[in-house]
Structures are given as C-alpha cells and as structure tokens.
C-alpha cells in the first residue's frame, strides 16, 4: 500500500504573509513535488508571485488549483472533494499537498473533509499552520490591513460577517498546530520573545511558536515530508548558502540562512514497541514536554509485519501502517526537530522509556 500524501493547511488572514511562506517553501523544496490548493478571493488568487517562484520539477502549472467559488469549509463536497480526487487520481502524484486558506473561515470543517470515504486512505492531515502579521497583532491589530480584510469577508456570502476579527484570530490560534510569527524583522528581540510567550499562551498544549521574517522557514519545518531520511538539518544547510534567487535582493538570503541556524534536528532509535497507541501517545506527552516542533519516523510494532508511519507536528500525532519492513531492520526511527537547543538527551530518554 503506498504512503498516504501528507497535507499541510496554511491559514491566516490577508497580509499575514501566508504566499511569501510558500512561495519560499517552493523555492526550496529540494525536489520534492508539491500541489497546491489555493482559496482566496477574486484577485486575491493565484498571482504570478507563487507561479515565478516554482520550477517545473517541483510544481507546474496544474499542479495549483485555484477554488474559486467561496469559502473552503462550505463548498467541501462540491469543490474540495472533486479537487482531491483529482489531484490524487494523477499519474504523477505529489509527494505534499499545501492548501492556502483565507483566514475568515475555521480550518475543522476542512480538516473534517480528509475523513472522506476514498480521501482518508490516501491523504493524511500533515498539520494547519498558522500565519500571523508579528508587527501587527503586537500593535493589537491582528492584520497589517484591517480594511483590505474586511472587504476580503464581504465578498463571500457564507462567512459570518458578526464576528469580530479578534475572535476569528482566536480560533486560527485555537485550531493551530503550529502558529508562524511572520515579520519577526519589523520587532524588536523582547517585543518578538513577549508576543511568541502571548501566542503560546493562547493556543493548545504542545503548540509551538515560530519566529520568521519574509517567511523563510526550512522545509522540514513546514512540511513533514522525507520520513526518517534525512540526517542532520545542519549537514544540508550549506547547500542553500550560495543559490541566489533571481530578483530577490541579498536580505532574503541572509534571512533564509539566519532561519535555518535556528532548528536543529536529530534521530532516536529504540527496539519494537508493545502498543501502538500508547506510544502514540508517549509521544504526544514528550512533545508537549519539550520544544519540538516536528516528529516524524517509522515504528516497528511487535507482532506486526508492517511498519507504522507516525508524524506529529505540534500535538496532532498521526500513525498509520504503510508498507512491510521487508529487509530493513525492525527498529523504531524517530527524527527530532525543534528549535536550536532542544534537550535532546532529555527527549531521547522520555521516547525511549
């Protein structure tokens, strides 16, 4: 049975800087091929920008759908679906699914959706990201521009146009597996450490918080893709160090390697485990222990030919069987990510116990 497509749900409101962020995961997405499904309004859309910053290798054009007719989680079967089973129908499947939503609608009906008969064995819920405006929810804000985000709101006769915007902000932080902090370059080192303790405090146990400028993350921070493969982050920075992008000026490099000195990442290894859900659940606990940001790696369950393919980001954890071990060697292998100076002696005890 092939791995399930994991999908990773960005939201944020307009302006938060939701398209820069993936616009600088396509840029660097290290060949991995990724779709993507896009909700906004009129020209809102698609723009060139996300379109420039992607080669063909890693998504072309019908590799970006646009839904065009209203909010996401009230056209779920009429549009999302027939969008997925699209997307999943294609001979040349991708390895990720990003989708972009405006920040006006709540992400749990769209999470819902991946439940659906003829979705749910194929796809699995990565994570919903969450993008916030740094300099503008510090100046109690929530958007750079409220005007622009209201008109977004009435353009889509579905949305609840009561609420207020510090409510729908509530409920992105509430839903969030991890929120970004987007702008971090506009604040100050004590204004960007006191807004990150805020959020944290706001949102579920085990949420972390972020800090980026110009929305320059390392992929494997975003997305959990490339399971178990990949060593140590650090031992790849250097490859990105000296690609200059064509039209983007040297700030966004220095940006990009000032972001990736930031995460560290490391393996932890343990024979066969007993029970698969409750070590599902260990992890969740060491998780919200610890500053870990992502979780990903196979698990080795006895008595069970196949290996369990578990991914957290955030407290949301997510196994599922994928393939027999076959010749590999029945071993559980985590990787580790987190922000630089995780307690890794301390995590590796807790995942081994």
Not at 141 to 161: C, G
Request: aromatic content about 4%; proline content about 4%.
């Amino acid at each position: 049975m092939p791995a399930k497509i994991p999908a990773t749900v960005v939201t944020g409101f307009l302006g938060a800087g939701k398209t820069t962020l993936i616009r600088h995961m396509l840029q660097n997405a290290n060949g991995k091929k990724i779709a993507l499904i896009i909700n906004e309004f009129g020209d809102l859309g698609v723009d060139g920008d996300i379109l420039k910053g992607c080669g063909d290798e890693v998504c072309s054009e019908d590799d970006i759908v646009e839904l065009s007719n209203g909010c996401i989680c009230c056209t779920v079967a009429d549009d999302f679906i027939p969008t997925m089973e699209a997307l999943l129908a294609r001979e040349n499947k991708p390895d990720h699914i990003v989708i972009e939503t405006s920040g006006l609608a709540l992400p749990q009906p769209l999470v819902r959706a991946f439940n659906w008969p003829g979705i749910s064995t194929k796809v699995t819920v990565d994570g919903v990201v969450t993008v916030v405006d740094g300099r503008a929810v510090h100046d109690g804000q929530f958007a750079h521009n409220v005007a622009a985000v209201d008109a977004q709101r009435a353009q889509d006769e579905n949305l609840d146009h009561e609420t207020p915007l510090s409510e729908l902000f509530e409920d992105q932080v509430a839903c969030a597996d991890m929120i970004v902090v987007n702008k971090t370059d506009l604040l100050n080192a004590s204004e960007a450490e006191h807004l990150v303790s805020k959020l944290k405090s706001e949102a579920r146990s085990g949420v972390q918080v972020v800090k980026a400028s110009m929305g320059a993350l390392p992929i494997d921070v975003l997305l959990g893709q490339g399971i178990g493969a990949e060593g140590d982050l650090a031992a790849r920075n250097e490859i990105h160090h000296h690609h200059h992008h064509d039209d983007e000026d040297d700030h966004h490099d220095h940006a990009h390697e000032h972001g990736h000195d930031e995460f560290e990442s490391f393996i932890v290894t343990r024979g066969e485990i007993a029970d698969a859900d409750s070590f599902a659940a260990q992890v969740a606990d060491v998780i919200r222990a610890n500053n870990i940001l992502r979780l990903k790696g196979f698990v080795a369950i006895a008595g069970k030919p196949m290996r369990l393919t578990l991914q957290a980001v955030g407290p949301r954890v997510d196994t599922y069987f994928d393939q027999p071990f076959g010749d590999a060697p029945r071993e559980t292998r985590l990787v580790v990510i987190g922000e630089a100076g995780l307690d890794r002696a301390a995590i590796t005890a807790a995942l081994q116990a």
